[in-house]
């Protein structure tokens, strides 16, 4: 199993930027894929990002290419979330998932999460 928490939402201006992290329980992190998904208010979550065990191929939503970027350390047992550019409409609780495997799309493809945290983009 794995635990996952994430930190560093917050309140940021349209344009602005923030680094989303996810802490990683356990010492088995390099076996799991990465996923960063997102729900806003009275919408679904969707996908955001994706990320191999290794670390060399990362996924995006179209919305997303370009602005966010995911990365991570295993010997930190760390995955990050860049995200620039913001609009109001990336304001959502933004979520961290591990699967075994290779990243997936689905947030039905996942095994665990972390509680979220709020990210709040103002015009």
């Known amino acids: 199993q794995v635990q996952l928490v994430e930190s560093g939402g917050g309140l940021v201006q349209a344009g602005g930027s923030l680094r989303l992290s996810c802490a990683a329980s356990?010492?088995?992190?390099?076996?799991?894929?990465m996923g960063w998904f997102r729900q806003a208010p009275g919408k679904e979550r969707e996908f955001v990002g994706a990320?191999?065990?290794?670390?060399?191929?990362?996924y995006y939503a179209d919305s997303m290419k370009g602005r966010f970027t995911i990365s991570r350390d295993n010997a930190k047992n760390t995955v990050w979330l860049q995200m620039n550019s913001l609009k109001p409409e990336d304001t959502a609780v933004y979520y961290c998932?591990?699967?075994?495997?290779?990243?997936?799309?689905?947030?039905?493809?996942?095994?665990?999460w972390g509680q979220g945290t709020q990210v709040t983009v103002s015009s």
């Open positions: 990320i191999t065990r290794s670390g060399g191929v990362t």
């Open positions: 356990g010492r088995t992190f390099g076996s799991y894929a």
């Open positions: 998932a591990a699967r075994a495997g290779t990243p997936v799309r689905h947030d039905g493809g996942y095994d665990y």
